[in-house]
Every structure is written in structure tokens, then in C-alpha cells.
């Protein structure tokens, strides 16, 4: 296990919010103490408390849960039924609720126990040769499983300068917070606006970026099917791949039942020059069938509360196949 990251290619930066002054201090004071006593509480308390308001927010937030019904029934075209999609909205919040529990503990645990006691490696065909290869490379993971433990694993297994693009949450005393634990952590935010301009000093660095591309793209995106329907997707990960000759890694960080135990998933890597002849979107249709692959492996572990589909254009009978061969086939 590798020592976290000492030389940066990128100067640390500010990656915060945009709400200041008093309420928003009080509020995330409030915030902050709530989820340290949360964290502090035994494993059980920290379950019956997640179960709880999960079933709350399933109830009464309805605007995300509402959201999860459609994509959950788009996902599954259609076939699942009501009841088992019912559950499934309310794992997702408990789980959601679990991970933040978990949270402030985590790096306690893994500092006193060591990092291999708490986390297991899997890796697809020919993904493990091609990850610890001297290059820079591009992880793509979506919301799912801890992908707050997940990010703190890259650093020390050694693929670091690691960085993650990020949108902070508006409020600017909560933002700095948690900018400080993922620094603790061994890796550092980039912001969502203005994150592609120096990442080729990561990759020259043999680096890692690490980018969550199952929300919806808002800034030029490019436009491909997920779960079936077209969706606004990042266009980065295609043009870095090809202007820069990055590979590009799927990666999830599975929650296992017992706390604080994880298995990471390094699932497909897609070579630049296997996409050297497609478009955006092309890649883009390969990256987004990876993550529902990744996503249906466990469906209880995923956040579906992100509005998917949200201005989609209609569907394209058609929608582009990538070129290259399936990344797994040898």
C-alpha cells in the first residue's frame, strides 16, 4: 500500500460553495454536529436511524422519490413490480443515509486496522495489468455503492495524484468542511466548472481522474441512451481520451454487509485506441452501458434520486453502437 500523494501537478484550490453569512454558518454547524454524533453512535443506532429516514424521505420527499419511480421503471423497462421497486426507493435511501453514518469513522477504522482488513480487490479481464501501468488514466464510476470509501482507496493503491471533479454544495461552511476531509483523505476536488483546463498535468504525472458521470451533463453535452433512453451526457471523457491517448477505467466501491468492509470493483477499461474512429457519442453509449451494467449488480446500492433524464430529447430509434470490440472480450 502506497503513501498518500506528496507532489501535486495541480495547486490546491477552493472548491466551495456559493451561500455565505449567518444562517448558512448556524446551518452548517447544526449540520456538521449532527452528523458527527451520527457517526459516533454505535453500528445498530446508526441502522435503525438510516431505516428511519428512509422511510421518511421516501414518503414525504417526494420529488426525488418520484424521480427514482421513473428511472427505476425505465431501467427495468417497465417489468418490475411495484412492491420490489417500492423497496428498492427505500434501500436506496437507507443505504444513501448508511454511507453518511459511516463516513467520520471510516478513516479512524482504516487508519487502525490497515487498509487490506477492510477492503477486497476485483478486477475484470485484463484491467489490473492495464491500471498499474506508468500512465495517467480517467476513472469513471457512477453513485453507487460508498463511493466516498472508493475515492480514498486510489491514493493508496498507488494511483495517485488523485483528483475528482466535484460540485460542491451550496452551502460555502459545509463545502470547506468537507473539502478538508477528502484532502485528509489523499486526494483533492477539482469544480465542476473550469476542472478540464489543467488536467493533462495529471495525466503527465501518471495520475488519476476520477469523474461521476451518471448525473445529467449540463454544459455542451453530448447525447446518448441510458438504460434505454437518450440522455445529456459529459462529453470529457471522449475527447480526453482521444486528444490525450488516456485509458479510461470503470470502477465502484461495493458495500459489503459487515461495516466498514468493502470490495472495489475495477470492472472495464476502454483503450484510446480502441475508440480512435468514434464519435462522443459512441463513447459515451459504451461508458453509460458499463455503469448499468455496474448498477444493476446491485440496485440497492444505487442513488436513483438524480432526475436522469430531465430535458432528454426524444428517443433516437437508432442510438449509435460503439466501434470498438467489447472492452472484456480477449
Known amino acids: 500500500m502506497s503513501e498518500p500523494q506528496s507532489e501535486w501537478p495541480i495547486a490546491w484550490q477552493p472548491v466551495v460553495g456559493d451561500r455565505g453569512g449567518v444562517w448558512a454558518f448556524i446551518e452548517a454547524k447544526l449540520a456538521l454536529s449532527a452528523l458527527w454524533t451520527l457517526g459516533s453512535m454505535p453500528i445498530g443506532v446508526q441502522d435503525l436511524f438510516a431505516s428511519l429516514i428512509a422511510r421518511a424521505m421516501r414518503l414525504f420527499d417526494r420529488r426525488h422519490s418520484n424521480a427514482a419511480r421513473e428511472f427505476l421503471t425505465q431501467a427495468y423497462a417497465g417489468k418490475l413490480p411495484r412492491a420490489e421497486r417500492e423497496r428498492l426507493i427505500f434501500e436506496a435511501w437507507s443505504f444513501f443515509f448508511r454511507m453518511i453514518a459511516r463516513s467520520n469513522g471510516l478513516d479512524r477504522v482504516v487508519k487502525r486496522d490497515g487498509f487490506e482488513a477492510h477492503f477486497e480487490m476485483h478486477y475484470g479481464p485484463g484491467v489490473r495489468e492495464a491500471l498499474f501501468a506508468e500512465r495517467g488514466r480517467i476513472l469513471v464510476t457512477p453513485h453507487l455503492g460508498d463511493f466516498e470509501a472508493g475515492a480514498l482507496t486510489i491514493p493508496l493503491l498507488g494511483l495517485g495524484p488523485a483528483y475528482v471533479v466535484s460540485r460542491p454544495p451550496r452551502n460555502r461552511y459545509m463545502s470547506i468542511a468537507f473539502q478538508s476531509q477528502r484532502d485528509a483523505r489523499g486526494y483533492r476536488l477539482l469544480h465542476r466548472r473550469g476542472a478540464m483546463e489543467d488536467v ?49 477505467f470503470t470502477v465502484w466501491c461495493e458495500a459489503l454487509p459487515q461495516p466498514w468492509k468493502y470490495r472495489m470493483h475495477f470492472t472495464r477499461v476502454f483503450e484510446p485506441q480502441d475508440f480512435a474512429r468514434a464519435t462522443p457519442e459512441e463513447i459515451s453509449t459504451a461508458l453509460n452501458r458499463a455503469m448499468e451494467e455496474m448498477i444493476l449488480s446491485a440496485p440497492e446500492q444505487y442513488f436513483w434520486f438524480h432526475n436522469r433524464f430531465y430535458k432528454a430529447p426524444v428517443a433516437d430509434p437508432n442510438p449509435p453502437r460503439p466501434r470498438a470490440e467489447d472492452p472484456e472480450s480477449d
Open 200 to 248: 493533462s498535468k495529471i495525466f503527465r504525472a501518471k495520475g488519476s481522474l476520477i469523474l461521476m458521470l451518471d448525473q445529467r451533463a449540463r454544459r455542451s453535452p453530448t447525447v446518448a441512451p441510458f438504460f434505454g433512453r437518450l440522455a445529456h451526457c459529459e462529453r470529457a471523457p471522449a475527447i480526453l481520451m482521444r486528444r490525450l491517448q488516456v485509458p479510461v
